[in-house]
Structures are given as structure tokens and as C-alpha cells.
């Protein structure tokens, strides 16, 4: 590896063009199905869908590239990826049905699960000193996709619903083109797998840290509840704010990227604070209650102000995530936190097939296929879902204990075993 400040840059376009381009449809893509299924009730069904294939082609992909790439290398998995999101956008813009806006989205899942190989690649090119440095950075770039693409896809949207995949493909070939010229391979040969196993194929291997930690098997409930809800203001946001509010996608693209940046704002500027003042289990349990006051807001939005105000207290809604995994991760040696967070991302990805399906059937009944026309019923759904995922989560973390320093004492309840891990400071 001779140039890894190259391949370094390289991921981290590449991640930032991955992410902006999940952002760029959300503003655009609801509109453009509606027009493809005839209906707003049939494109409602029709994007819960899509977003369930999706997340499909993530949970069984991303174990697949990553095992790919341990064997036959990192460049030519990521290279290939960037031609696959190009073509795809690339389709996406062309679709003359709904059923190709189909074969984009399985392509967009199968070359998306690259974020698993650039993880692999940071790793690889990466000194003990600045690993952690360099996933921050990472980081960092997930958190500004989030922010420009939104804003871009509703930008871009309004000289065309498919004007944004057009910037979006460009953007993935250039990068591709990019890549092939200066992207040095992190995996030398002599580091490459021999062969690929079927345990290193099944996508459903990670979900068996569950069973190994008591506190992250307690905890399975609250995630899936808490995925569910999160899932329902991806789906049906744009949905919501066109039929009830009027919004054009300039101005959803424009308040999502508000989200994005007051989230940025909440995690990095709030979250030790909050922890040093009210301690990591008070933090996540004010913070899933945040979330669930965002939804009751949202479901009786009838303005531009009120939409606004419920975007901050989602965004004070995020004190919740980094907290939990700070403590999770404390309960696991570290040699087992890649297996865990990777069993939470499965669990996640499972609650993607469903939650998008979910959420989108209940807003095409309560506007459409029921007597009783309420567009917000959805986000009730979302909120019954966080409050449920809070009296859970609240009901595992009562009997977890916080001893001094770096000793920690997960004790599970009724007639189950106690559980005890014990770090050293130095991890």
C-alpha cells in the first residue's frame, strides 16, 4: 500500500457520493412512482415496496461483497459497485414503468452494500493510532451526504423529478473513472482469504452475537420497535408533507437537509453533555421519548412551523442512539464489537424490509381505503412503536447497575443468570 492517503480520499468520496445519492431520491422519488402507479394510493403501496427490496438486497449483499473482497481484493469489488450505482441512476432516469423503477432499486441494494467494503478499506490502510481518527472521518462525511442530498434532490427536482439521477450517475462514473486511476489495493495477496465458506456467506451469521450477550438479547425488542418507528419518516415524509401541506421538492428536499444538520448539531455538540449531567441511561430514555413526541407532532402538522418544530425535538430524538451503543459497547470485549454492531446492523436491516411496507399500508388506508380520512395515522403508528421500544428499553436498562470505573454488571431479570463483564481501562 503506497499511496493510502489516495485510496483514503477515494473511500471517503466514495461514501459521500453513496449517501448523497440515497438522499437525492428521497425528495423526488415518492412523486415520480405516484405518476408511474397511476394513483397516490397505489405509489404509496408501491414505495413501501421499494424500500423493502432495498433494504434485501442490503442485508443479503453486504456479507457477500464484504467476503468478495476479503478474497479477491478491495479495488475491484469498490470499482465495480460505482459502475453498478452509475447504472443504476442511470435507469432510475430512463424508467418508462414502475416495474424498472423495481430493477433499479434491487441494483441500488446489491452495489450500496460497498459502505461494508469501504469500512474493510479503512481498516486495511489504517495504523492502530489512526483508526479510530480515520472512521471518524468517515463519520463525518455520512453525516454532510445527509445534509447535501436532500437539499440537492430538491434543488435538482424542480427542473425535473428525474433531473436528480441524472447528477446522481454522473457523479458515481466520474467517481468511478477516478478510482480506477488513482485507487492503490489495500488487501495484499499474501492477506487474502483463501476460499469463501458458506458461514461468510449467509447474511443471517451476525445475528448470532444476540445470543452470546444477554444485554443485547434483552435489548432485540426495543431495537426492532424503535427501527419500526424510525422507518415510518422515511417512508411516507414526502408523502405527508405533498398532500398535506402542498410542498413542492425543493422544500422538502431543503427541510430534510435542516434534519440532517440539526442532527449533526445534537450529536456532536449534545451528547456528552447530556451524559455528563443526567448519566447514559437518563440520556436514552429522554431521548426515545423525544422521538416519540416528534411523531405525535408530525401526525397533527398542519403547518410549514409546526413540520419545522417537530424536526428539532426529532433531532433532540438522537441523544438516544450514541448513548445506547456507548454502553452497549462497554458490556463486549473488544475483540467482539465488530460481531455486535454488526448483528445490531443486520437486526436493522431486517426491520427495513418490513417497517417501509408497514408504514405505507397504514397511510394509503387512512387516505384512500378507509371511511375515516386521517394522514397522519402513520406517524401515530411510528409513535406507538417508540413509546413501546421506550417502556422496553427503560425496563432492560432498570437492571443494568454501573459499578465504579470501567465495571459493569448487566443482571437479567427473573430466573435468567447474572451476566458480569469486567474491562480495564485501556479497553
Known sequence: MQRPQAGLFFILLTALIDVMGIGIIIPILPQLVEELAGSPTAGARSIGWLMALYAVMQFIFSPLLGSLSDRYGRRPILLLS?????LNYLLLYAAPSLAWLFVGRIIAGVTG?????????????????????????????????????PALGGLLGDYGLRIPFLFAAFCSLLNM??????????????????????RDLNPFTPLAAFGQYPIIRSLSGAFVLLGLSNQVMFAIWVLYTEQVLGWTTKQNGVALAVYGLLSAVVQAGLISRSI???????????????????????????S?????????????????????????????????QGRVQGAIASLNS???????????TIYAYFNGGSAWHFPGAAF????????????MAASVLRHFSQAPATHQVYVEPTHLRQTEVTQTKDG
Do not use: H
Not at 460505482?82 to 452509475?86: H, N, P, T
Not at 473513472?177 to 458458506?198: H, I, K, M
Not at 403508528?381 to 421500544?389: M, R, T, V
Open 82 to 86: 460505482m459502475l453498478g450505482m452509475g
Open 113 to 149: 452494500a460497498s459502505l461494508t467494503v469501504a469500512n474493510a478499506y479503512i481498516a486495511d490502510i489504517s495504523t492502530p493510532e489512526n483508526l479510530s481518527k480515520n472512521f471518524g472521518r468517515l463519520g463525518a462525511v455520512f453525516g454532510l451526504g445527509f445534509v447535501l442530498g
Open 177 to 198: 473513472l477516478y478510482g480506477y486511476f488513482v485507487l492503490p489495493e489495500s488487501l495484499t495477496p499474501d492477506r487474502r482469504g483463501v476460499r469463501l465458506g458458506r
Open 276 to 302: 455528563k449531567l443526567l448519566g447514559e441511561k437518563k440520556t436514552i430514555i429522554v431521548g426515545l421519548l423525544f422521538a416519540a413526541a416528534e411523531f405525535v407532532m408530525l401526525s397533527v402538522a398542519r
Open 304 to 336: 410549514s412551523t409546526t413540520l419545522y418544530l417537530s424536526l428539532l425535538v426529532g433531532a433532540l430524538g438522537g441523544l438516544a442512539g450514541p448513548a445506547l451503543q456507548g454502553l452497549i459497547s462497554r458490556q463486549v470485549p473488544n475483540s467482539e
Open 350 to 360: 431486517l426491520v427495513g424490509v418490513v417497517g417501509p411496507v408497514i408504514a405505507t
Open 380 to 391: 401515530i403508528w411510528g409513535a406507538l412503536c417508540a413509546l413501546a421500544g421506550t417502556v
